[in-house]
T-cell receptor, first 112, second 112 residues
Framework: GEDVEQSLFLSVREGDSSVINCTYT??????LYWYKQEPGAGLQLLTYIFSNMDMKQDQRLTVLLNKKDKHLSLRIADTQTGDSAIYFC????????????FGKGTTLSVSS | NAGVTQTPKFQVLKTGQSMTLQCAQD?????MSWYRQDPGMGLRLIHYSVGAGITDQGEVPNGYNVSRSTTEDFPLRLLSAAPSQTSVYFC???????????FGSGTRLTVV
């Protein structure tokens, strides 16, 4: 079935850039998303990219999509302590119809 | 708009008890889903719906039932609670296939 992989942890210093990576198996995924979850909270949609795009920029966030390698990344510029959270990659997998399939999440820790 | 509302926020059940987790949205979204979140497992899809009267199973449907009699509501029923169902449950909704899902704040369920 559809598989979405993420590294589990990333630690950066405040002011640095963070890059969170995601790989997936279903090349027919049309919509790819990044969600943020702060402790004890629900999931917040950060940004998304369509499969016909290579890059999308939204303020401090840059999403890159390499369809050939089935690789998605989220770059956070000028990372702040408030960016500390779990980041989930999600995509629409064919076997689940229109529901989202999630990676296990990457915990980003930002130190000052 | 209240968004996606989940009730209750916390629940403790005894093994073998049944209960219904409520989910309601006021955004006229056709697509709704239920996920469970366990440490180190990310979010796993339980059931989803693409409109009133239409539901389907996700990755981990065993022990759960759903129905979708109205666009607004998508309750999740635990038939006979087991300790393995201890988890945080999230309901989410989406307007169209290209939109990201909006998540509720979650229900933290403990089965003893």
């Amino acid at each position: 079935g559809e598989d979405v992989e993420q590294s589990l942890f990333l630690s950066v210093r405040e002011g640095d850039s963070s890059v969170i990576n995601c790989t997936y198996t279903d090349s027919s995924s049309t919509y790819l998303y990044w969600y943020k979850q702060e402790p004890g909270a629900g999931l917040q949609l950060l940004t998304y990219i369509f499969s016909n795009m290579d890059m999308k920029q939204d303020q401090r966030l840059t999403v890159l999509l390499n369809k050939k390698d089935k690789h998605l990344s989220l770059r956070i510029a000028d990372t702040q302590t408030g960016d500390s959270a779990i980041y989930f990659c999600a995509l629409r997998g064919n076997q689940a119809g229109t529901a989202l399939i999630f990676g296990k999440g990457t915990t980003l820790s930002v130190s000052s | 708009n209240a968004g996606v509302t989940q009730t209750p926020k916390f629940q403790v059940l005894k093994t073998g008890q049944s209960m219904t987790l409520q989910c309601a949205q006021d955004m006229n979204h056709e697509y709704m889903s239920w996920y469970r979140q366990d440490p180190g497992m990310g979010l796993r899809l339980i059931h989803y719906s693409v409109g009133a009267g239409i539901t389907d199973q996700g990755e981990v449907p065993n022990g759960y039932n759903v129905s979708r009699s109205t666009t607004e509501d998508f309750p999740l029923r635990l038939l006979s609670a087991a300790p393995s169902q201890t988890s945080v449950y999230f309901c989410a909704s989406s307007y169209s296939q290209g939109d990201g899902y909006t998540f509720g704040s979650g229900t933290r369920l403990t089965v003893v």
